[in-house]
């Protein structure tokens, strides 16, 4: 059974408030934020007269009816699926570390049980790829040659590297950034493999992707008609 959902929203930094709020007020228990960035290139950044888009990353987990209202009212409410304001999705979770976690996450929210769905049968994917600081260009490059439309970017760091600089060979720096990338199910696997053709462990990037199955969309509108935007 599949009966929890982690929603991701990324919104402009301006709204990231206005969104939280909503989604406290809704119903969702915890919500973490994360900076971020968007991807546009250079040409769309000088068009618009900005430096680079920035954006608010909201994580928060849910139960599945729960995260079925929040993008329902996430598009009738908040206007997500506006061009350029946003793009909401929904992640199934696999399960929760024990009752105690489970109310600190989604207390009050009515939980159902579903039947869990192969991957195959999802109609998107989140595409994650953790590299090496510096390297967004080139990913962002690649993924696009394979029909990506944009991405988004959140600077991270690696953990360990006192202790072992190496892993299977590769060399792994501590300033990594990590791009996120939402496709269609048909279009994962070209994207996957452009990425790892130019930025995959073995190049400079020191790139490792993976993908996670996503089963619902609100803002997919803006994805599509906005090649720069995501």
């Not at 059974?1 to 969104?19: E, S, T, W």
């Not at 206007?79 to 992640?91: C, E, H, L, W």
């Not at 930025?199 to 400079?204: F, I, L, Q, T």
């Amino acid at each position: 059974m599949n009966d929890f959902r982690l929603l991701i929203a990324i919104v402009r930094r301006d709204q990231g408030k206005a969104y939280r709020e909503f989604l406290v007020h809704s119903g969702a228990k915890r919500v973490m934020a994360s900076l971020c960035n968007g991807t546009a290139s250079k040409s769309m950044l000088d068009y618009l007269g900005i430096e680079k888009t920035e954006k608010l990353m909201l994580k928060t987990m849910l139960s599945a009816r729960t995260a079925r209202r929040l993008q329902r009212q996430l598009i009738e409410v908040m206007g997500i699926d506006v061009p350029g304001n946003g793009i909401s999705m929904t992640i199934p979770v696999g399960s929760i570390g024990g009752v105690s976690s489970m109310q600190y996450l989604v207390s009050g929210q009515e939980i159902e049980q579903e039947e869990v769905k192969k991957v195959s049968e999802y109609p998107y994917a989140l595409i994650i790829t953790i590299a090496d600081k510096g390297n967004v260009d080139i990913i962002m490059d690649a993924a696009r040659s394979a029909g990506a439309r944009g991405g988004t970017v959140i600077a991270a760091r690696g953990t360990g590297a006192e202790m072992q600089d190496r892993f299977f060979g590769i060399s792994i720096g501590e300033e990594k950034e990590i791009v996120y990338i939402v496709a269609k199910k048909a279009e994962k696997a070209a994207i996957m493999q452009a990425i790892m053709a130019k930025a995959g462990p073995n190049s400079e990037a020191h790139g490792v992707l993976f993908s996670l199955p996503v089963d619902s969309i609100a803002g997919l509108r803006s994805v599509a008609e906005h090649e720069e935007e995501a």
